[in-house]
């Protein structure tokens, strides 16, 4: 059987050179964690700062988590295969997640606020695909005879 790229598993830093819309996404996600902490420095408590950090990172591991899991269920369905250990990951990263804040947040090094702003870098990066999409169609359209 034939291995393609989207199959092998292939690692965080291999997405990033990906030309496909998971790596635009994950290199979107990045930019607008580093835009925000750089942003923040000057400006507030390093708690903040660290808390932005913190969100971004553990954005940039969820929409890791969530392309193989979805990818693992996917394949269930379509192939009739047995669940490998992804199709956990896809409950259980919501716990790692919850976890890792609940422990930053006891040790008093993040902000709640701040750690939601930095989860939502998705968001950001889902503005930017659209934009591109929009100017894309835009500027590449065809006219209807």
Not at 24 to 32: D, E, F, G, N, Q
Not at 121 to 141: K, N, S
Request: proline letters at 2%; hydrophobic letters at 55%.
């Amino acid at each position: 059987m034939k291995r393609t790229v989207a199959n092998t598993g292939t690692s965080l830093f291999a997405r990033f050179r990906s030309a496909g819309i998971d790596g635009r996404i994950l290199r979107s996600m990045a930019a607008a964690s580093v835009l925000a902490i750089v942003a923040s420095l000057p400006f507030v408590a390093w708690r903040t700062s660290v808390s932005l950090l913190l969100g971004g990172l553990l954005a940039l591991l969820n929409y890791h988590w969530l392309i193989n899991s979805s990818a693992a269920a996917l394949s269930v369905v379509a192939h009739g295969v047995k669940p490998r250990i992804r199709i956990t990951q896809y409950i259980l990263r919501y716990a790692v997640i919850a976890a890792t804040i609940y422990l930053a947040y006891q040790l008093e090094v993040v902000t709640i606020p701040a750690t939601i702003v930095g989860l939502s870098t998705f968001v950001a990066a889902l503005f930017v695909e659209a934009l591109r999409e929009a100017y894309l169609g835009i500027t590449h359209r065809e006219e209807i005879s």
